[in-house]
């Protein structure tokens, strides 16, 4: 799974909005924000590893489509 990461270190306050997915503050409060209020951003693929030390905030976001369960056949 692809991920998008957004990234604030300790001494930046974010604005997430803790009932709102990563998905709708992409949509409605990033595009909003100043170059200097944006968060660091990366892109995780399969098999990588991000690390981010203690008390830094986080929002990932999924960016493959989400895959069905499998459906049992009778």
Known sequence: VFQRWFLYPPDKTPHFH?????LTWLHRTYPALT???RPLECTIR???VLYFPDR???APLNLDPPTPPP???G
């Open 18 to 22: 803790p009932n709102e997915t990563t």
């Open 35 to 37: 170059p200097a209020q």
């Open 46 to 48: 399969p098999g990588e």
């Open 56 to 58: 830094w905030w986080h």
């Open 71 to 73: 459906c049992p056949h």
